[in-house]
């Protein structure tokens, strides 16, 4: 069984509350441990944020229930009326993630209390914030997170996969059962991949010179999802065209099988260039050969190999018709692989040696 971060993270966390909780002689410590689960995030950026809503719904919880045991008693009816306005004062303020923690603020003050109230409910408040506050430490302290490796790692291994399969269907020796099923995982591993981009994203710099780095670099890794994604969609419609395809003249599939080799070669090379393993794709025009056609020759090759069985077809719908979403999605796959290099470039001849990419190789 494999701990995650966040696993022990929260772990950390509940010690470090009861642990603080003895040595402050706080009478209840649970409540330390229990407020410190709320306020564990997956990044220092929304931990802040968390801290401050927590804080607040802690607040509001207090209140409300000092003002209705001074008003009304410590009955369990009262207590439920308690709980039900704090859950409409969180709701109206857009707070709903703090609910569960106002409302065990709620009932910890409520409940039946010996000696001077005002002095029990205070313990009682900051012990919830004594364990928000566990929390927010160990978020910034204890296994930083690195998100930067997480999405590159992520983008390479869907693209990878996708490619795989590009080139295994385009020669016809797929199995369509495991491509099927490949295809459902593939898409889900993308909007894993899309909430990694949005964590990456909420991650804040500590120095104000790293700002614009960090803002190209996030075009740079947007563009390789978008990539990704359109080489993802290329292989869905080889997938589902590929009756379609083998109707075409041989001349014309292996025209377009060279070109997707091509494309699929140059975004391998893209990934490794944004790490600096290689410096550039220039070599790809000697890799592809003399036979290489350009986007531009192989949707002219496409428009005349479409006339040609119209005419044979006498203006009947005929194969090459039916394909045309799949071209389509080539061409895209091409236009976005070309604004790729330029960002990536551009990234580097701005960047290099002030702000290095910091992806690390995952261990085995």
Known sequence: MKLGARILKTGIAIVLALYLSELLNVPAPVLSGIAAIFAIQPTIYRSYQSVLEQIQGNLIGAIVAIAFVLLFGNDIFIIGLA???????????????TIILSIVTVIAIMETQGGEFLEFAFIRCASVLL????????NL??????????????????????????????????DQMLLKKDIHRLKEDLLKIEQTYSMFKEERE????????????????????ITTKKAFETLKRIHKFENEINHLPEDFQRKLLQHLDYLS?????????????????????????????????????FFEQHYKLDAIHDGQEHVSTRIVPLISAIMEYGEQLDHLEKLIVSFQSFHKGVNEVSVEEEAD
């Open 83 to 97: 709980v039900m306005i704090v859950i409409t004062i969180n709701i109206q303020l857009k707070m709903e993630n």
């Open 131 to 138: 364990g928000i506050l566990s929390s927010f430490v160990v």
């Open 141 to 174: 302290v204890f296994l930083p997170p690195k998100y930067e490796t997480k999405l590159y790692n992520g983008i390479t291994e869907a693209t990878e996969d996708t490619l795989k399969w590009i080139r295994v269907s385009t020669r016809h020796a797929s």
């Open 206 to 225: 500590y120095f104000k010179r790293n700002n614009l780095a960090k803002s190209r670099k996030l075009v740079v890794y947007r563009q390789m999802l």
């Open 265 to 301: 070669h140059m975004h391998e090379q893209l990934l490794l260039q944004h790490i600096e393993k290689i410096k550039s794709i220039s070599h790809l025009e000697e890799w592809s050969g003399e036979d290489y056609l350009s986007q531009q020759e192989l949707l002219t090759l």
